[in-house]
């Protein structure tokens, strides 16, 4: 099951670490929804004609009409720790995006309307859609790999 949180106000340290409140508020994915608007599915990647299924509906409903594979890997990814730095940084696009979780594990953040930060831990099978003018930031978790799909609109700048 999906784990989301909200994190610590003023999170010191490594950003691939949890930064849980104390106690830990934890968050269902309904309330995700209704505090960002940010959407997540958990999706069957065993059924392919499910997991086909719900990504042609993703795609038509949010008119995506481009995708890559995005890999980040400590290992492998010239200038690791600058690039987690860099994604780790607050941003706001002007149109929605979509992350299905491939193999790995990652945390994506996500400010409420009450500029409070969510994190979501995604990993394999997760999808999520954050909306337009939403302030987010990513980053892995301490395995230090993910690949994910990305799916984009036309006019979308990666």
């Known amino acids: 099951m999906v784990q989301i949180w909200q994190?610590?106000?003023?999170?010191?340290?490594?950003?691939?670490?949890?930064?849980?409140?104390?106690p830990?508020?934890?968050?269902?994915?309904?309330?995700?929804?209704?505090?960002?608007g940010t959407l997540y599915w958990k999706l069957d990647t065993l059924d392919q004609v499910a997991l086909a299924k719900r990504l042609t509906t993703l795609k038509l409903e949010h008119s995506f009409k481009k995708e890559d594979i995005f890999t980040l890997d400590a290992e492998t990814t010239a200038n690791f720790?600058?690039?987690?730095?860099?994604?780790?940084?607050?941003?706001?696009?002007?149109?929605?995006?979509?992350?299905?979780?491939?193999?790995?594990t990652?945390?994506?953040?996500v400010e409420d309307k009450n500029g409070q930060w969510v994190r979501i831990f995604c990993e394999?099978?997760?999808?999520?859609l954050i909306p337009a003018n939403?302030?987010?930031?990513?980053?892995t978790t301490p395995h230090n790999f993910v690949k994910m799909r990305r799916f984009y609109?036309?006019?979308d700048s990666e």
Do not use: N, W
């Open 81 to 104: 720790d600058d690039k987690i730095e860099e994604l780790f940084e607050e941003s706001s696009v002007p149109f929605e995006q979509a992350r299905m979780i491939i193999e790995g």
């Open 7 to 22: 994190m610590e106000p003023y999170p010191c340290g490594d950003p691939r670490l949890p930064h849980h409140l104390f």
């Open 24 to 36: 830990p508020k934890k968050i269902t994915p309904d309330e995700l929804s209704k505090r960002t």
């Open 153 to 155: 609109k036309d006019e």
């Open 106 to 109: 990652a945390y994506y953040d």
């Open 124 to 128: 394999y099978g997760d999808l999520i």
């Open 134 to 139: 939403t302030c987010f930031r990513f980053t």
